[in-house]
């Protein structure tokens, strides 16, 4: 979920199991969504988006949900390994204005070995 | 791949420099963003352009200006940089159009202001 304060949420998960990370997104209007991976001093990197016309979209271990009911937005990440410890963070559209996106604070994942 | 370069990974300035910090995207991208990340805060809009010579506020305009004089180049500057402007600054850029694309980012620079 999203962060309060200066601490992120912290996920932590075994080496192989699934994670699951959760966003709330604030726009009822926003018809776009992106989830970001970060690692430590690199910058953001793209993992998957989705519309507001689907429900769900995969990629390669990675399943975004969307649920526009609760205005929730999920990552689900299978097998989850070591390289895959990062912040991640989800973004959503502001709606109408040359594609600017509201970001999450964020969520820290750690994979135990 | 799109590629988003910035020119510096880490700077370490004085207080009442000016400051340039320069971006490069490859993929002939319309919209150009500059943003900065701290701890809490999480990305921050500065400034953002979706042609080149225009420019909009972003959410904390104040004390940066930008230049895009090319398309593919994004220039944010800090005309007398202060302490509190110390930050991890993060370019990216997207497609263009009215409709929402995804942003992709630069490395970073991590700024340090003394």
């Known amino acids: 979920g999203e962060s309060v304060g200066l601490h992120l949420p912290t996920l932590s998960v075994q080496e192989g199991d699934n994670s699951i990370i959760n966003c709330a997104y604030s726009n009822s209007a926003s018809d776009y969504f992106i989830w970001y991976k970060q690692e430590s001093g690199k910058g953001p990197q793209f993992i998957i988006d989705?519309?507001?016309?689907?429900d769900k979209r995969q990629g390669q271990r990675v399943t975004v949900l969307l649920n526009k009911t609760v205005k929730h937005l999920s990552l689900q990440i299978a097998a989850t390994q070591p390289g895959d410890s990062a912040v991640y963070f989800c973004a959503e559209n502001k709606g109408g204005s040359q594609g600017n996106l509201i970001f999450g604070k964020g969520t820290k994942l750690s994979v135990k070995p | 791949d799109v590629k988003v370069t910035q020119s510096s990974r880490y700077l370490v300035k004085r207080t009442g420099e000016k400051v340039f910090l320069e971006c490069v995207q490859d993929?002939?991208?319309?919209?150009m963003f500059w943003y900065r990340q701290d701890p809490g805060l999480g990305l921050r809009l500065i400034y953002f352009s979706y042609d080149v010579k225009m420019k909009e506020k972003g959410d904390i305009p104040e004390g940066y200006s930008v230049s895009r004089e090319k398309k593919e180049r994004f220039s944010l500057i800090l005309e007398s940089a202060s302490t509190n402007q110390t930050s991890m600054y993060l370019c990216?850029?997207?497609?263009?159009?009215?409709?929402?694309?995804?942003?992709?980012f630069g490395p970073g620079t991590r700024l340090t202001v003394l």
């Open positions: 993929m002939d991208h319309e919209n």
């Open positions: 989705i519309r507001s016309n689907m």
């Open positions: 990216a850029s997207s497609l263009g159009g009215s409709r929402a694309d995804t942003q992709y």
